[in-house]
Structure formats: C-alpha cells, structure tokens
C-alpha cells in the first residue's frame, strides 16, 4: 500500500494545550497532542491559499464546495490523515529520517548476564474461573499478558519504538525501543476573570512545550488525494499550535511493511498508534473487534480528548479515549486499517499489528 509521510518541522518549540483533570489521585504527565491542532493548520493553510479571510475568533464564511474540503468538527472533509508522531533526523548522517511510534504497552525488558533485551508479553490461561475478570456486559477475560522471568524481568525503560524495530517486531525478530530527542515541558496556567483580578473557576490549564534537537512531528496517509490539496496549494508551512509557531512542512513517501493488515491469524495482538474512542471505555461493549474476540488487554490509564470548535465558539465535547501503545489480543485478525472508534476519519484507532503466544512454561 503508498502511504506518504507529512512532516511537520518547527523552527523554535512547539506548545499544545492539554485536557486534563486535576486532583490528588491524577499523575502529573505529558499527554501527546491530539490530531486536531494539525487539522486546524492545515485547513487555515487551504483557506489562506484560496484567499479566503480568516477572521479572528470566528470562522471564515466558505463555498460549499470549500466546506466539503474543509469539514467541519465532526468530519475531517477531504483531509485524511492519522497521527502525530516523531521523527528526527539521523545524527550520523545528518539526512536519513527516523520514525518513531508510540511503543506497545506489552513490551518488557529481560536482562541476562548484563544482557538487555525486549519481549512482547505471552498470555496465560486462568484455569479457576472465579478468577476470571468480568468486563462489559457480563463477558469474562479468562487470559492475562504475563511476563515469564522471575528475575531480571522490569518495566520497559522508553517509550517510543523506531519504524525499523517495529518492521523487526513484526517479523518476530530481536528489536528495542527508543528515546528520541525530544524535550517537553508542562506549565500549568490559571484563568482570570474579566475586569477583576481573581482567579475564574473552572480555569485550570496545561501548556505543554516540545523542543526538538533536529526533527519535529509528522502525520500519515494512505489518501492521495490529501497529498495532492497539499500540493497544489502549495503549502510550504504552517502555523501550529499555541502561540502559532511556524513549522516548515514537506511529503515524502514511506515505505515499510509495518502498518499492513495482519499476517497472523488466529494469533494477532493488535497496538493502538492513535488513541481510540470506544462505548465501553477502554475497550468496545462487546468485548470484540470486528468478528474477533478480546482475549486480554495490556494497557494504561484512558487520555482525554477535545479541541476548539471554531463553528459554535465553544469546546468540542470531552472524549476519554484508549491511548496509544494499548495492546488487544485477540482470536482472529482485525478487520480493515483501524478499530471501530468514534472520530476514526480523523485518524483515530490505527494501529499496528503483531503475533502472540500462550506461556509455554518452564523448558
């Protein structure tokens, strides 16, 4: 399948504002921006190209025909793309680009005789059934990711893993996870009423600030059509984020093999990339994915995700998604390019694919 990469280089750092909850119990960390910023750069960019005014803090008045490019909060129009993620380019050589993907939750570190190396997780069996953990609708998960070491068995120590590495994931070969150059910041902001100098309720905020050594984010597409809007308007740059910081963008086409349907049948694992909205939470109601059943979930806790809606001048609704790196094993294959998820054309519920296998025990 041609899939083209849209890079998304800032000159300075880049800052995104972030939903979050703040109390006793929430740890305070990073969240990775939503698509939507990235959406809303590229659809100022097209209007500009068109010549169309963009009025500040209202939305600019389109064509039918420019709105069906456009779309609008609930549809991404003309525009398909999923993501973001990182790259930077290469130290030694200064040209070649590095793609980094958000790293399974099911991967471990064993180390041997100082040795380090990665695992994927097998499943284990549950042979007491009141043991079993219930799930939505009363369905019951009678499997658990394990890790088989006793000793020199620890939590993976990055989370991000190289587009080479995820091909060799793939394949069942040695691979390990990366930890990009990127730095990031959370600062946390307070709200002030109009015409009084107190604090608004409700008016708690994050800012979190990305600085790249050499590199930046980048965004996916199997759609050529988005290619050729970005061509022929010739976009060259956009403004992204907070504060609208400029990034140079360009396309190139990726090859690899990481993000192709599944080979492996009956004993697929599936890892979220981009965060998925489901029913049920963490996981769809009916405990499946397509025709295939969940047999067990390795994960973390759910993200949060909104955005500005320019048309009603408001929010958009808050959506506590599935993150990215949370793994589904699953019966079968999963069917098309991504999980039921509500919002999915714009990019939400990609993933990738890899083989699982039951404990086999002590050799």
């Given amino acids: 399948m041609k899939r083209w990469a849209i890079y998304f280089e800032p000159e300075d750092w880049l800052a995104f ?22 959406y809303g750069a590229l659809r100022t960019a097209l209007m500009k190209s068109w010549g169309v005014k963009l009025p500040y803090g209202s939305m600019a008045h389109l064509t039918s025909t420019q709105q069906a490019i456009i779309g609008n909060a609930e549809n991404a129009g003309k525009l398909r793309l999923f993501g973001p993620f990182i790259f930077e380019y290469d130290a030694i050589d200064g040209s ?29 069996e549950l042979d007491d059934p009141d043991k079993a953990l219930l799930c939505s609708d009363g369905l019951q998960v009678t499997c658990l990711p394990w890790e088989p070491e006793f000793e020199g068995a620890q939590e993976a120590d990055a989370g991000y893993i190289e587009l080479k590495d995820l091909e060799n994931l793939r394949r069942g070969e040695a691979f390990v996870l990366s930890k990009p150059k990127i730095y990031i910041e959370s600062r946390f902001g307070i709200g002030i009423e109009k015409e009084a100098k107190r604090a ?4 708690l905020y994050t800012l979190t600030f ?31 984020g907070s504060k609208q910081r400029w990034a140079k963008l360009y396309i190139r086409e990726l090859k690899t093999a990481a993000l192709n349907p599944s080979p ?9 990339i981009t965060p998925a909205i489901f029913d ?37 609704p808050i959506y506590h998604a599935a993150g990215p790196g949370t793994v589904y094993y699953l019966n079968g294959a999963p069917e098309g390019e ?13 993933f990738i694919t890899m083989k699982w296998e039951y404990l086999k025990g002590e050799e």
């Fill in 210 to 240: 990305y600085r790249f050594d050499h590199g930046g984010f980048f965004m996916l597409t199997e759609d050529e059509e988005t290619v050729d809007l970005i061509d022929k308007a010739r976009i060259d740059g956009v403004f992204l």
């Fill in 338 to 350: 991504s999980v039921n998820s509500k919002l999915e054309d714009f990019g939400f519920g990609r």
């Fill in 280 to 316: 049920g939470g963490i996981a769809p109601k009916t405990w499946t994915m397509g025709q295939a059943k969940i047999m067990a979930i390795a994960g973390s806790k759910r993200t949060a995700i909104s955005g500005w809606d320019m048309t009603k001048g408001k929010t958009k």
């Fill in 200 to 203: 608004s309720r409700h008016l």
């Fill in 96 to 124: 070649t680009l590095k793609h980094y993907f958000p790293a399974p939750k099911n991967i471990y570190c064993a180390t041997k005789e100082r040795a380090k190396t990665y695992k994927t997780m097998p499943l284990i």
């Fill in 264 to 272: 492996f049948g009956e004993n697929t694992a599936i890892s979220l």
């Fill in 17 to 38: 504002r972030e939903n979050r909850r703040f109390s006793a119990s929430d740890r305070v960390e990073s969240r990775f921006p939503s698509p939507f910023p990235f």
